[in-house]
């Protein structure tokens, strides 16, 4: 089974930076697409980025420009780069690992972002 870790939500002001983590415990990424998805209060929750196994990537209108996904194979570890924070990013984002061809699916506790002044 695979577990994801998801660290370095938290409060940040509007205009500001973070850095998601996302540490896999086991080297996955030959065969998994590795998403960002998040989900704020009363609503759906919704991909944000992901990064297929060829390195392509692709990104909700809402954050282009934004956000940058990428991939550390070495260290089982997939970023979300999120700068110009708005308050319509307060959400809780998670983590997740998708099967290239089979129905398996994993997903990470969730890590809390905040943008608010």
């Known amino acids: 089974q695979v577990q994801l870790v998801e660290s370095g939500g938290g409060l940040v002001q509007p205009g500001g930076s973070l850095r998601l983590s996302c540490a896999a415990s086991?080297?996955?990424?030959?065969?998994?697409?590795m998403g960002w998805y998040r989900q704020a209060p009363g609503k759906q929750r919704e991909a944000v980025a992901i990064?297929?196994?060829?390195?392509?990537?692709n990104y909700a209108d809402s954050v282009k420009g934004r956000f940058t996904i990428s991939r550390d194979n070495a260290r089982n570890t997939v970023y979300l780069q999120m700068n110009s924070l708005k308050p319509e990013d307060t959400a809780v984002y998670y983590c997740n690992a998708d099967h290239l061809t089979l129905p398996l699916m994993y997903w990470g506790q969730g890590t809390q972002v905040t943008v608010s002044s």
């Open positions: 990064i297929t196994t060829g390195d392509s990537t």
């Open positions: 086991i080297s996955i990424f030959s065969v998994y697409n």
